[in-house]
């Protein structure tokens, strides 16, 4: 291992031909994984917050018209 580290120190790369590597790769890979899983999971949970907002608001629109049916009938009297 040490004798691998001293001849990469050793050799000065052409500036042109100096890419990341596989190391580089694969943490660019992971980050671009992790970025894509990030945003499916922040669009999931937006749809789901936007959902329960509808819903809340039909429930309480029910309420009201049926509060408004209940207020607005008379009770027979006989």
Same mark, same amino acid.
């Given at each position: 291992?040490?004798?691998?580290?001293?001849?990469?120190?050793?050799?000065?790369?052409?500036?042109?031909?100096?890419?990341?590597?596989?190391?580089?790769?694969?943490?660019?890979?992971?980050?671009?994984? &992790?970025?894509?899983?990030? &945003?499916?999971?922040?669009?999931?949970?937006?749809?789901?917050?936007?959902?329960?907002?509808?819903?809340?608001?039909?429930?309480?629109?029910?309420?009201?018209? &049926?509060?408004?049916?209940?207020?607005?009938?008379?009770?027979?009297?006989?």
């Amino acid at each position: 291992m040490i004798p691998l580290l001293l001849q990469m120190a050793e050799t000065t790369p052409d500036p042109d031909t100096v890419t990341p590597g596989p190391l580089g790769f694969a943490l660019f890979f992971f980050v671009v994984v &992790a970025v894509i899983l990030l &945003a499916i999971d922040m669009v999931r949970r937006i749809r789901r917050t936007t959902y329960r907002a509808e819903i809340s608001a039909r429930l309480e629109e029910e309420v009201a018209q &049926a509060k408004r049916d209940e207020a607005g009938s008379t009770p027979d009297q006989g």
